[in-house]
């Protein structure tokens, strides 16, 4: 019985290398999902065959990583990444290996990889190959690095990152020696770029585990951004109970260490992250948002003032701080943003045209009116009509 069920583009691919005598294998994270039960989002093949040779046998290829074996085949429903058995050299930069040598060996190409769960190779026959008893390690629940740790992150240092990771997506548990190990290599971190740190921190935080992270400060991986180490902030699990949204949780990350005095400035966290502008922007306003409002005036008074993603990140930090547990903050502000209510002039029944047109002084004034208009129907949202807005104006100008 096969694990994986690969889809008919891939079952294509590794048909038509093997056709022509060449070894060719579902690998890795694809094999360890399907074991798992899991949904596989990236297929990835290896093969005895050298980057040229498979180049030769598709009709239109790209070689993305020739030096590494990677060749890209295009096929009509997608681009898939195929890459030669290799072995590697000395890790000098911390990233990248400095020579790699095209082997024939599946065994030998599996044991250059990071944990044992991602260490297995199947054919398209079904024949599964585990040389480093992943499966045993997936019924075990545990993350184990091929061959010796300290080898592995001294290799590449993210592969720290991608234990606790996995760990958090996977509900694992990190071998004892490789968490030793991840303790003693702490200093290589400074390899890695701030790029691929936060895609990792992202992916934990996105988790249903996003108390890894915790995990992450205390044994100082993120010591770049947050100097505070030795010990985990309380409450990050309460992350999981929003939205599975990258602003959300990272707003709410970002409250939960200032509260707790892991970091002085959300600034100083999130650019050194280098996330993009929208997000950073939309956290620090949000931040300085001290009290989210339990009513609906006071929601849509905060919404006339700040962007919608602004308010639903406050909310989600209101929510996190709640000693119930529930998103109802975030649950009220969503209702509000979708119930086609008015909270900004731009819904406003009257326009300042409309106001000029019966006489309304033009300049500032004009601006207050329409202020107090807003202010008006955001109380009073059965209000927000042309003619009864203009009389509402008449009547405070006869006054």
Not at 46 to 62: G, R, W
Not at 120 to 127: D, K, T, V
Not at 338 to 346: H, P, Q
Request: charged residues 25%; proline residues 4%.
């Amino acid at each position: 019985m096969k694990i994986t069920a690969p889809p008919a583009y891939i079952a294509f691919i590794l048909n038509r290398l093997v056709s022509e005598g060449y070894e060719s294998y579902v690998v890795g994270g694809s094999v360890r999902d399907a074991v798992m039960n899991r949904p596989v989002k990236d297929w990835d093949l290896a093969t005895s065959a050298k980057p040229v040779e498979v180049a030769s046998i598709f009709s239109e290829t790209v070689l993305t990583g020739e030096k590494f074996g990677t060749v890209t085949v295009v096929l009509p429903e997608c681009s898939v990444e195929v890459t030669t058995f290799r072995s590697e050299g000395e890790y000098n930069d911390g990233r990248h290996p400095d020579e790699v040598e095209f082997i024939s060996s599946l065994n030998e190409d599996l044991s250059r990889r990071d944990f044992t769960i991602n260490a297995m190779a199947e054919s398209i026959e079904g024949e599964l190959f585990d040389p480093f008893d992943g499966i045993e390690d997936i019924k075990n629940g545990i993350i184990r690095c091929v061959g010796g740790p300290n080898t592995r992150f001294s290799e590449d240092a993210l592969r720290m990152f991608r234990a606790l990771r996995f760990s958090a997506e996977l509900g694992f548990c990190i071998e004892t020696e490789t968490l030793q190990a991840i303790y003693a290599n702490t200093n290589l971190v400074y390899k890695i770029s701030s790029e691929r740190i936060r895609t990792e921190l992202e992916k934990v935080l996105m988790s249903k585990r996003p108390e890894v992270a915790g995990e992450m400060i205390k044994i100082g991986l993120l010591s770049r951004f947050i100097t505070t180490t030795g010990k985990s902030p309380a409450g990050l699990e309460k992350l999981c109970n929003l939205p599975q949204e990258p602003m959300l949780r990272w707003c709410a990350f970002c409250a939960i260490l200032l509260k707790q005095n892991f970091i002085s400035t959300a600034t100083e966290l999130l650019q050194g992250m280098h996330l993009d502008g929208k997000t950073l922007k939309t956290c620090l306003r949000a931040l300085v948002i001290a009290k989210f409002p339990k009513n609906s005036t006071g929601i849509k008074i905060l919404l006339s003032k700040n962007d919608a993603a602004v308010v639903r990140c406050a909310a989600a930090v209101s929510d996190v701080f709640s000693d119930t547990g529930e998103i109802s903050s975030l649950t009220n502000a969503e209702e509000i943003i979708s119930s086609g209510e008015c909270y900004s002039l731009g819904e406003l029944g009257v326009t300042g045209r409309d106001l000029l047109e019966i006489g309304h002084p033009p300049g500032r004034m004009l601006g207050e009116t329409l202020s107090k208009l807003l202010e008006h129907v955001i109380k009073n949202p059965q209000d927000n009509k042309r003619d009864t807005l203009l009389s509402l104006m008449k009547a405070s100008v006869d006054d």
